[in-house]
């Protein structure tokens, strides 16, 4: 069984939205954090956006304000809403769990691809 399922991504023009979304295992979703993640090509992965167990959430500078992330425990969803997207938006979008219990354990998606246009 794969622990997380991202899907959503496509190819949108720059301004418009996507919304990604991470199924995940009901015992995934007791991680100490979801997160969403992205790579652009040649460059490392990089934090996009998490949301703490107490519901702290935290987002990178490049998307404050025009991203959120959310999480539907009764459907074992995490989502990542993206408006006014940017062509430097263009990545991998992973979606990532960590802390998970009992062991602390850390789990990744396979990633899905958002490419944006100018």
């Known amino acids: 069984q794969v622990p997380l399922v991202e899907s959503g991504g496509g190819s949108v023009q720059a301004g418009g939205p996507l919304r990604l979304s991470c199924a995940a295992s009901?015992?995934?979703?007791?991680?100490?954090?979801m997160g969403w993640y992205r790579q652009a090509p040649g460059k490392q992965r990089e934090l996009v956006a998490s949301?703490?167990?107490?519901?702290?959430?935290n987002y990178a500078d490049p998307v404050k304000g025009r991203f959120t992330i959310s999480r539907d425990n009764a459907k074992n969803m995490v989502y990542l809403q993206m408006n006014s997207l940017k062509p430097e938006d263009t990545a991998v979008y992973y979606c990532k769990a960590e802390g998970v219990p009992p062991y602390g354990s850390h789990y990744w998606g396979i990633g899905t691809l958002v490419t944006v246009s100018s």
């Open positions: 009901e015992s995934i979703l007791r991680a100490n954090a």
């Open positions: 949301i703490i167990r107490g519901d702290s959430i």
